[in-house]
């Protein structure tokens, strides 16, 4: 099966600065790249996706790029506020409606 | 459009006890999931649900039963609660590959 592996588990940046979080994926058969957002006591939010028929993708300050030979993933936040701070997730997924979560990354954002 | 909803919020139950989560969505959505998050473990499926009437394994099913007589609804039951299952459960429901989360269910065994 699917196993994804996220890095670092946690981040800590000073406010304006750029985050940046990484993940592999071992099937090559995965096509979906979501990534979630979960503040204290929420459950998580998917905050942006990319599939494996495009490279990057961005939504205003945030932004995913994917390298399909390589296998890996990454969420790049640009501008951090201390509102960034919260553990994200990515996953995988070959298409159908089932998830492969990596680890989590705790990231805080310092004022 | 209330989405993902789960009670109770919070639940503590000693050794042995029993109890259900119930997980509720207004979003017709086929599939539902449960899971348990624990520390620096990120999201472990438990049980998983296509649709009505159906129910599967995940990852770590051992010690819950799961039900989906509902379309709406999935219940999650521990018949005989153990430490080991003291966790936080997320539901989630999905649509077109995109789950959508409750905001989770703090359960301490003691």
């Known amino acids: 099966g699917e196993n994804v592996e996220q890095h670092p588990s946690t981040l800590s940046v000073q406010e304006g600065d750029s985050a940046v979080i990484k993940c592999t994926y071992s099937?090559?058969?995965?096509?979906?790249f979501p990534w979630y957002k979960q503040e204290l006591g929420k459950g998580p939010q998917l905050i942006i996706d990319i599939r494996s028929n495009v490279g990057e993708k961005k939504d205003q300050r945030i932004a995913v790029t994917l390298n399909k030979t390589a296998k890996h993933f990454s969420l790049h936040i640009t501008e951090t506020q201390p509102e960034d701070s919260a553990v994200y997730f990515c996953?995988?997924?070959?298409?159908?409606?089932?998830?492969?979560f990596g680890g989590g990354t705790r990231l805080m954002v310092k004022p | 459009n209330a989405g993902v909803t789960q009670t109770p919020k919070f639940r503590v139950l000693k050794t042995g006890q029993s109890m259900t989560l119930l997980c509720a969505q207004d979003?017709?959505?086929?599939?539902m999931y449960w899971y348990r998050q624990d520390p620096g473990m990120g999201l472990r499926l438990i049980h998983y649900?296509?649709?009505?009437?159906?129910?599967a394994k995940g990852e770590v099913p051992d010690g819950y039963n799961v039900s989906r007589l509902k379309k709406q609804n999935f219940l999650l039951g521990l018949e005989s609660a153990a430490p080991s299952q003291t966790s936080v459960y997320f539901c989630?429901?999905?649509?077109?590959?995109?789950?959508?989360f409750g905001a989770g269910t703090r359960l301490s065994v003691l």
């Open positions: 099937d090559s058969a995965s096509n979906y």
């Open positions: 996953a995988a997924s070959n298409g159908g409606n089932m998830l492969t």
């Open positions: 979003m017709n959505h086929e599939y």
């Open positions: 989630a429901s999905s649509s077109g590959g995109i789950q959508y």
């Open positions: 649900s296509v649709g009505e009437g159906t129910t």
